[in-house]
């Protein structure tokens, strides 16, 4: 860790520890037992799947890719970390523990995972947050995963640390680095295969180092939300290429997507600029008690003002929001919050104590339903696509003779247009992360 991030990791902490150990003291759990989790076996194989951490123990330490490590934290004191350091000769054994975390743990190293369990403790009302899995499952735990403890941390954790947003906006400067050489290996004709590499290069990094599959699409494969087929061959013909793909610094992650037109100065380049001017005008409207679900909503009106401009339907923006036809062309929520997780929990919980609030009916996608708060960091992520089994229902609507069906289909082999900031609320509006660490590459 840096300098900076070093300082504001203490901070960090301390905020973590208190919150922990005075939901402890309020239920009456004596321990809380965070475990970092372990790999999971491939079936019929000697190999494991790529390790990912649970999300509650990198709250508490950056280590990511230290599996069977063990997290105890008392009522009171100084939590012990359990840290594994094998005797191996097929794999690379973990460093000695080093960085500021190390100041605010009791750190034992084990060698074997069943060595923790004589660190456990042997009375008491012990708690666990995460799965109980391997060496575990000898342990008999007062709860696991209680909701009187979950549901708290969830709702908190929107609420970031100046140690957090600086991890999320130096994952955001990886990101925009190799954003940046992901579009110019487009530019220069290469396949999806081919941007995907020049992307990992330029994050250095392995692609299960990413925080999620990176979707680098070309041309018409825009179109699928999700996309991760990652085509070796090249097209005939370049259009349009579509990358969602971020980076991952102490845990904590970067989510950004932009859209490219191969021509530059086409009616297509034209829309991609029309969506972003619109996209940073709805940032112009996040301030402290505002509604994310009203932001959503916006978004669609203003989208389909852009499909009427640019001559795609005839409609008006309330009619084709109010039928439900916008929905066919921006299928997805704006966006969702953003942590330690890419879609972080907490987003449809009504308060700390639980409860779920529901996005609207006819937005079932929204992600967040939460009221804009200073600290949360959310994705914005505006989308216009001609994806055709959703315009397929539209041709059965009233409006399907205020559709310009022939555009439509030339504009197909586009595939669609997203563009994705990460975003903080701040007290005087919003601090875009993915802009700045962009322009400091200019």
Known sequence: MTKIVDHAFDEHFKTRLKQYQTLLKEHKYDYLVVPAGMPIRKYLDDMDY??????????????????HCQIIIPQSGKPTLLYYQPVDFWHTVPADPSGSYTTHFNIHSIAKPADALKHFPKDGRVVLLGQKEGILDAVSFSAQNPESLVFPLYWDRAYKSAYEIECIAQANRIAARAHNAARDAFYAGETEQGINLAYLKAAGVQENDMPYGNIVALNESAAILHYTDCKFDKPKQHHSFLIDAGADVNGYASDITRTYSFAKNDEFADMIKAMDDMHLGLLDDIKIGGSYVDLHVKAHYQIADILKRFEFVTATAE?????????????HGLGHQLGLQVHD????????????TPPPQEHPFLRNTRQ?????????EPGLYFIETLLADVRETELKSKINW???????PFGGIRIEDDIVVTKDGHRNLSREAFNELD
Do not use: C, D, M
Request: glycine share 8%; proline share 8%.
């Open 50 to 67: 790529p390790f990912k951490v649970n999300p509650h123990f990198k709250a508490l330490v950056p280590l990511t890719h230290n599996p």
């Open 319 to 331: 009619e084709l929001v109010e039928s439900g036809v916008s929905s066919a062309f921006f299928p």
């Open 345 to 356: 929990v907490g987003g449809h919980q009504t308060n700390r104590e639980g409860g779920v």
């Open 372 to 380: 804009l708060e200073e600290n949360q960091v959310l994705t914005v």
């Open 406 to 412: 022939e555009k439509i289909e030339k504009f197909k």
